[in-house]
């Protein structure tokens, strides 16, 4: 089978293409930002015909919240019509497409995990461009699969961001800083390598519709933190604060932590704690043997 993997050398795509690789399972075509504009459908009919894939992961994504807030019509140009050009070329190709998507397609009402049936209501113009890539992917390319990752972290960092939580976390505390961390808004982060794992499994399954892919269970960023910091054996004060503390113009989702249910039943295996995956992050990384 040969995949191909747009957003390549972003921070979940490194690791999709490496898992992807190391598997002997698939042959994989990693498509960076160089090789495939997914706004245009041109580039993307061009791309993709000329590889003939099997599977497509579209990973790639305009994701700085803040910047899709000012600037919507880029946020849709790719999360959207992105999406769209991607799921059509599948279809016409006959491929099966996998969109990558969020947790902040949900509004945080529900203060419990959200599953696959919950209604999405997002809060942000991020959020909306995803969900709306969603509904594109799923109608352009029907047997499509959209996997909502949240909170993301791997080795190589969101390329948009300039890394991740944790590195940015370690990084205070390494320079004796103390630490201030939100403590209300309960998510389930995503190890990359995790999250590679499972799509690997799924391309093969070609489950269709919607599965949320994250580690297990919900956690607040404080808690997420101060594991982190725990796990590496760091002495700095970790202080739990509301996210008034850190006042944003994006609204953002005060609850967003998604369920496993569905992919565990998929995949006959639970997505492992998250605990774990950050341990073993920290050790790919360096920072603990
Ligand atoms: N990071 C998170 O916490 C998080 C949480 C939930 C969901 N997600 C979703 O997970 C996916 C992967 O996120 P990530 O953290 O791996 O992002 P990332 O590190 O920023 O990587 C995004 C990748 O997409 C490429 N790209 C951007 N615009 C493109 C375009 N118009 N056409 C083709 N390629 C383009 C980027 O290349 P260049 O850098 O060269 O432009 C980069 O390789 C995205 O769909 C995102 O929405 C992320």
């Not at 959020?127 to 509904?135: A, D, I, R, T, W």
């Not at 808004?185 to 499994?201: G, N, Q, R, S, V």
């Not at 796990?231 to 503390?245: E, F, Q």
Request: aromatic share 8%; charged share 20%.
């Amino acid at each position: 089978m040969k995949v191909a993997v747009t957003g390549s050398t972003g921070q979940l795509g490194t690791d999709v293409v490496q898992v992807f690789r190391e598997s002997g399972r698939v042959e994989v075509v990693p498509l960076t930002h160089e090789q495939i504009e997914i706004a245009s459908l041109e580039s993307v009919r061009a791309a993709l015909t000329a590889c003939k894939p099997d599977a497509v992961i579209n990973s790639a994504a305009f994701h700085q919240v803040d910047k899709c807030e000012d600037d919507p019509e880029q946020a849709f140009k790719v999360n959207a019509m992105g999406a769209w050009n991607v799921a059509r070329v599948c279809s016409e190709i006959g491929a099966y497409c996998v969109y990558i998507s969020t947790d902040y397609v949900f509004d945080g009402a529900k203060q419990l995990p959200y599953d696959e049936a919950d209604a999405p209501m997002p809060l942000s113009a991020y959020g909306v461009s995803k969900l709306s890539g969603e509904y594109l992917t799923r109608s352009a390319a029907p047997g499509s699969l959209v996997a909502r990752i949240a909170s993301v972290f791997g080795k190589s960092g969101a390329r948009g961001k300039g890394g991740n939580f944790i590195e940015a976390i370690l990084k205070k505390a390494k320079a004796g800083e103390n630490l201030k961390v939100v403590n209300d808004t309960p998510m389930t982060p995503t190890y990359t390598m995790d999250a590679a794992l499972a799509l690997l499994d799924l391309i093969h399954k070609r489950p269709a519709g919607i599965l949320h892919v994250t580690n297990q269970p919900a956690c607040t960023w404080f808690e997420f933190a101060r594991k982190a910091v725990e796990l590496c054996g760091l002495k700095v004060d970790c202080t739990p604060v509301t996210s008034d503390a850190f006042p944003s113009k994006v609204r953002r989702p005060t609850y967003s932590a998604l369920s496993g249910r569905r992919l565990a039943e998929a995949l006959s295996r639970p997505m492992r704690p998250w605990p774990e995956a950050l341990r073993a992050y920290l050790v790919e990384k360096g920072h603990i043997s």
